[in-house]
């Protein structure tokens, strides 16, 4: 069984930083595509970033590109998200999710494990 726990949400101004964790156990994470998406109350899951299984590629909705840097740690099975330039619209709880098999995908429906979630608050 696949468990992630994220870590790292919290209030911020707009204009600041925050670094999402994510903790994967029970899996060969090696092997996984790893992806974080963010849901706004009352709105979809919408994709966010995505990266590899070898860590070689990266992919970014195009909102965040140049201000979000998805990488991960194999050493201790995490996948982070460094935030930067945050703006209120990036509020959102923010879900790291596992692909077991393929390539990065953008859509929810690709990715096979959620975590709980981690609330992210920009103010203005």
């Known amino acids: 069984q696949v468990q992630l726990v994220e870590s790292g949400g919290g209030l911020v101004q707009a204009g600041g930083s925050l670094r999402l964790s994510c903790a994967v156990s029970?899996?060969?994470?090696?092997?996984?595509?790893m992806g974080w998406f963010s849901q706004a109350p009352a709105k979809e899951r919408d994709f966010v970033a995505a990266?590899?299984?070898?860590?070689?590629?990266?992919y970014y909705t195009d909102s965040v590109k140049g201000r979000f840097t998805i990488s991960r740690d194999f050493a201790s099975n995490t996948v982070y998200l460094q935030m930067t330039s945050l703006k209120p619209e990036d509020t959102a709880v923010y879900y790291c999710?596992?692909?077991?098999?393929?390539?990065?995908?953008?859509?929810?429906?690709?990715?096979?494990?959620w975590g709980q979630g981690t609330q992210v608050t920009v103010s203005s």
């Open positions: 999710a596992v692909r077991r098999y393929g390539t990065i995908r953008s859509s929810p429906g690709e990715y096979d494990y």
């Open positions: 029970g899996s060969i994470f090696s092997t996984y595509t």
């Open positions: 990266i590899s299984w070898s860590g070689g590629s990266t």
